[in-house]
C-alpha cells in the first residue's frame, strides 16, 4: 500500500499508508483527528539505496554530456605484458 504525506492545519505533516483509491480523500489527523489534506511532493528517493542513487544520477548526466574517456573502461594497461625489446618500440601504434 503506497503512503502518502497529509499536512493537518494545528498538528502539521504525517505518513499515511492508503490505497490509491483513498489517496485524494481527506484524512482523519492521528493527533487531532482533525481534517486534513494530501500533501503533492517530490518522490522519496532520498530513501534508495546509495549505490542506485548514485547509478541513477550518473546515468543522468550521461544522457546530457557523456563523459569523455582515454581509454576503455574496465580494463588496465597494467595486465597486458610490456615487451623491452627495442624493435618492438619501432612498430606502428593505433
Known amino acids: 500500500m503506497p503512503t502518502y504525506t497529509f499536512r493537518c492545519a494545528d498538528c502539521g505533516e504525517y505518513d499515511l499508508s492508503r490505497p490509491m483509491a483513498e ?17 503533492f511532493g517530490s518522490p522519496g528517493l532520498r530513501k534508495l539505496d546509495p549505490t542506485l542513487r548514485r547509478a541513477l544520477d550518473a546515468s543522468g548526466r550521461s544522457s546530457d554530456a557523456p ?28
Do not use: I, M
Open 23 to 39: 489517496a485524494g480523500d481527506p484524512a482523519p489527523c492521528p493527533t487531532c483527528a482533525g481534517d486534513s489534506r494530501r500533501v
Open 67 to 94: 563523459a569523455v574517456v582515454n581509454s576503455v573502461p574496465g580494463r588496465s594497461r597494467v595486465a597486458f605484458p610490456t615487451s623491452t625489446d627495442p624493435r618492438h618500440a619501432r612498430l606502428p601504434r593505433p
